[in-house]
């Protein structure tokens, strides 16, 4: 294997390492995964997903704003409705791959 020279080297900037790691961050809880996983499926208002998953509504509107607050979700008002779907098809591919990966014997 051939070995990188530093001049070779581009390293990350810190704004993207920021996000990078904030990405992973949203990825490695639970609830999150769960949320992300059924908007995959389907566009959604907190109150289905509140149903769907058995969740409290106040727990799904708090992730629902840091997902969103990385653009990993986005939404669409229809009158008082609020619904939310996925934003981001490469960390819905990474989510996918990974579940893949676990359920892979």
């Known amino acids: 294997m051939d070995q990188i020279r530093k001049e ?31 908007l995959f499926e389907k566009e959604c208002s907190v109150t289905e997903i509140s149903d769907c998953l058995e969740l409290k509504q106040s727990n799904v509107s708090h992730q629902l704003r840091f997902l969103k607050n990385l653009r990993l979700v986005k939404y669409r008002r229809e009158g008082k409705t609020i619904y939310y779907s996925h934003d981001d098809e490469h960390v819905m591919k990474t989510l996918q791959q990974t579940i893949h990966h676990a359920l892979h014997e």
Do not use: C, M, N
Request: hydrophobic residues 40%.
């Open 8 to 38: 070779d080297y581009h390293s990350l900037d810190e704004e993207t390492l920021f996000i990078v790691s904030q990405t992973f961050k949203a990825l490695s809880d639970p609830t999150r995964i769960r949320i992300l996983h059924l």
